[in-house]
């Protein structure tokens, strides 16, 4: 069984951090990319990161870049996406995501439709 599930959500306050964990099971992990997504009340979901697995490329959405960081434990099967300098504007539910990798292929790595496999979400509420 395929399963990717997300921990580590939570309420904070503006300026506070959290780590959110992601961990996968019933795929081959080292053959996936992991994105983070996340998707606030009346809003469409957006893409936050992604580390590559190959190469350990990462990639950020404009919005969070100088504070979120993703990384990947291929020993736990396990992504995290450590956030820093919290603001209100980034409290959504989280999602992570696997997204198969091809020698020759340059996805989107910002577009939902991209990725194959996902998590049912964890919560983040940062106050203001």
């Known amino acids: 069984e395929v399963q990717l599930v997300e921990s580590g959500g939570g309420l904070v306050q503006a300026g506070g951090s959290l780590r959110l964990s992601c961990a996968a099971s019933?795929?081959?992990?080292?053959?996936?990319?992991i994105g983070w997504f996340r998707q606030a009340p009346g809003k469409e979901r957006e893409g936050v990161s992604c580390?590559?697995?190959?190469?350990?490329?990462?990639y950020y959405a404009d919005f969070v870049k100088d504070r979120f960081t993703i990384s990947r434990d291929s020993a736990k099967n396990t992504a995290y996406l450590q956030m820093d300098s919290l603001k209100p504007e980034d409290t959504a539910v989280y999602y992570c995501?696997?997204?198969?990798?091809?020698?020759?292929?340059?996805?989107?790595?910002?577009?939902?439709?991209?990725?194959?496999?996902w998590g049912q979400g964890t919560q983040v509420t940062v106050s203001s």
């Open positions: 580390i590559s697995s190959s190469d350990g490329s990462t």
């Open positions: 995501a696997a997204l198969k990798e091809y020698p020759t292929s340059f996805p989107d790595w910002s577009s939902p439709w991209e990725y194959v496999f």
């Open positions: 019933g795929f081959t992990f080292d053959d996936y990319a």
